[in-house]
């Protein structure tokens, strides 16, 4: 049987959370520090160790089924790939930057300067469409440090943490576009490979919903679980056994991880004790 090839990158924000899924997902694949090409041993596939900028290209033109890459790498190659997931790691956005200590009142400050970027064309596009008129230098790499060194007025660059705009005396003003990791597929994927594609994307989703969402236990009095129900919709309804204790109950449920914090107060207020906040391993809905 054919295996199903998947790029992701070699070196860099996302290649260790893309390695990381594929564990997640019970798929070994071994280290093998330096190879670009490995094939999983309890699953088919053959994994690809790309540089990201690369990737979609290699999807479009089939070399690779499907990739794990940022979408603002899949906006600016602007290839003719889907869009199968979004994977929810490797957050970052694509953003405007100048030196700390320029005045900055607006997207005006960039008329007739010049921007420093790998993505020219999502760079190109925001000044068309905010009608700047600017000089886009395209550089492939360590953007940062052009205004430093005379290159650029600005860049326009992923930012994750803002340390490396911190390091490099630069200071965010604009935000172009947000990005995650995604799954991009080529469009004429081979019956027999859109198979393994569907099950592993089954399992995909499954790490996905684990982790944004957790178990939750409480204890509570039962006159409170009513409104404690309220608080916490989960899967279906909340599991609530009786404790030894007379007119107290166990309840259990899953809440988003996102929501987790602002619910756990409603929770208190209504009464609720004891609570514990568990991972999810897997969660198929
Ligand atoms: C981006 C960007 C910065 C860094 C910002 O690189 O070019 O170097 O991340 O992250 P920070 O805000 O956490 O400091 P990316 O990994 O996208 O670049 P590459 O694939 O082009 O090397
Ligand atoms: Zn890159």
Request: proline share 4%; charged share 25%; with cysteine.
């Amino acid at each position: 049987m054919s295996k199903l090839k998947i790029a992701i990158q070699k070196s860099g924000r996302l290649s260790e959370s893309s390695r990381k899924l594929f564990e997640e997902c019970g798929i070994k694949i071994s280290n093998g520090a330096g190879t670009l090409k490995i094939v999983a041993s309890n699953f088919p596939i053959e994994i690809l160790f790309l540089r990201d900028d690369d990737i979609p290209q290699y999807v479009e033109q089939g070399v690779a089924d499907i990739g794990i890459v940022g979408e603002n790498m899949v906006f600016e190659k602007n290839k003719e790939v889907d869009i199968l997931e979004q994977l929810g790691f490797a957050g970052c956005r694509l953003s405007l930057a100048i030196p700390k200590e320029e005045n900055y009142s607006g997207h005006g400050f960039f008329i007739n300067k010049r921007v420093a970027t790998s993505y020219p064309h999502l760079l190109g596009k925001y000044f068309t469409s905010n009608n700047i008129t600017a000089t886009v230098e395209e550089i492939s790499g360590s953007v940062e440090i052009a205004p430093g060194v005379g290159l650029a007025d600005a860049i326009c660059d992923i930012v994750s943490s803002g340390s490396t705009l911190l390091m490099n005396g630069l200071k965010e003003v604009e935000t172009i576009m947000k990005s995650q990791a995604v799954i991009i597929a080529n469009r004429n994927i081979l019956p027999g490979k859109k198979l393994i594609l569907e099950k592993l994307l089954f399992r995909i989703r499954a790490v996905k919903n684990a982790r944004e969402n957790k178990y939750i236990l409480l204890n509570a009095p039962r006159e409170a679980i009513t409104e404690i129900c309220q608080i916490l919709p989960g899967m279906k309804s909340p599991t609530i056994l009786p404790l030894a204790e007379e007119g107290w109950c166990s309840l259990h449920s899953v809440v988003k991880e996102d929501e987790f914090w602002d619910r756990i107060d409603q929770l208190k207020n209504a009464g609720a004790e004891g609570i514990l906040v568990i991972p999810i391993e897997k969660m198929v809905l």
